[in-house]
């Protein structure tokens, strides 16, 4: 189940960094950098926290070859990315949803607390896209005032977790999870829900 999930979300995630990187207008070589490395980030951050080998896409070589696939073809495909360039931020929500949950997944399957596994659920949805950025030249949403970011990942990963202890469907908890992290995103750039930015005082 997870495994699935996680292919799904690498998907995902590829078409949001390759939509990224046409944004920024890089050749074939650069967008398949930046797919690989939203779609690979999290989860290999996840992997060497867990210490849990071989990495992720490394045992399912198919993933690189897939998303390897995805970005070659939108290179050079231009007039479809024109078209879904304004859909940037779903894939972007739905691959955070899908990548957190398995995150936790695996964090709970590895034996640490909730609440590990709940921090570990917002490093593998959100840093993929973290690392996507500071390709881009682009100071992480992550980490400015924008709308919520990790925030929807935390909150999306508990749901997920606390459903868990219960006897509820394994395959409802997730759901649950990732339709929690997608709606809170997606409401954060409709109604722009942002965090002030810390300033020192004086300044």
């Not at 960094?17 to 950098?33: P, Q």
């Not at 899908?98 to 995150?103: D, M, N, Q, R």
């Not at 500071?134 to 992550?142: K, T, W």
């Not at 997606?186 to 300044?203: D, E, I, P, Q, Y």
Request: net charge neutral; glycine share 10%.
């Amino acid at each position: 189940m997870l495994q699935l999930i996680e292919f799904i979300a690498v998907i995902a995630s590829a078409i949001y960094g390759i939509l990224l990187a046409c944004r920024k207008e890089m050749d074939v070589v650069g967008v398949i950098a930046v797919a690989c490395a939203v779609a690979f980030g999290g989860g290999t951050l996840r992997d060497l926290c867990l210490d849990r080998t071989p990495l992720f896409w490394i045992a399912n070589s198919h993933y690189v070859m897939v998303v390897m696939g995805i970005a070659i073809v939108g290179s050079f495909i231009p007039h479809l990315i024109d078209h879904t360039r304004r859909y940037l931020d779903i894939p972007d929500a739905i691959g955070m949803g899908l990548f957190s949950i398995t995150g936790a997944g695996y964090a709970i399957e590895a034996g640490t607390p909730m609440f590990i596994a709940a921090i570990l659920a917002v490093v593998t949805g959100t840093f993929g896209g973290v690392i996507g950025d500071i390709i881009c030249n682009e100071i992480p949403s992550l980490f400015r005032p924008s709308p919520i970011y990790a925030t929807c990942s935390f909150a999306g990963a508990w749901v997920f977790l606390l459903l868990e202890l219960t006897p509820i469907d394994h395959t409802f908890n997730v759901l649950a999870g990732v339709a929690t992290i997608v709606a809170l995103r997606l409401a954060g750039l409709k109604w722009n829900l942002s965090f002030k930015a810390t300033r020192a005082s004086g300044s």
